[in-house]
Nanobody, 120 residues
Framework: QVQLVESGGGLVQPGGSLRLSCAVSGSILNIYAMGWYRQAPGKQREMVAT???????NYADSVKGRFTISRDNAKKTSYLQMNSLKPEDTAVYYC??????????????WGQGTQVTVSS
């Protein structure tokens, strides 16, 4: 079993900052790519940022220059630092990780989601 637990969401004013965390636990042999996705009401889930096991990053155009993804492999945790937040960033944010378990099975796992609301 693998669990992803997100934290750090909340209500913030436009222009503010939040830092999301995603801790991975369970029967883990290796963690490959990790990522953050979001889903706004009435919209499809979209990729926000991803980071490979070697640290290469990829961002959606809408967040480039404002969001930064990072990971701490020792803590099995990824982070999403969100600056200069806009109302259109309001969504439920989900973390994702591609994990090889102790049973040598590789699958994508998702967190339960954390709400981010940007509003004055």
């Amino acid at each position: 079993q693998v669990q992803l637990v997100e934290s750090g969401g909340g209500l913030v004013q436009p222009g503010g900052s939040l830092r999301l965390s995603c801790a991975v636990s369970g029967s883990i042999l290796n963690i490959y790519a990790m990522g953050w996705y979001r889903q706004a009401p009435g919209k499809q889930r979209e990729m926000v940022a991803t980071i490979s096991s070697s640290g290469s990053t990829n961002y959606a155009d809408s967040v480039k220059g404002r969001f930064t993804i990072s990971r701490d492999n020792a803590k099995k945790t990824s982070y999403l630092q969100m600056n200069s937040l806009k109302p259109e960033d309001t969504a439920v944010y989900y973390c994702n990780a591609r994990v090889k378990t102790l049973a040598f099975l590789t699958s994508d796992y998702w967190g339960q989601g954390t709400q981010v609301t940007v509003s004055s």
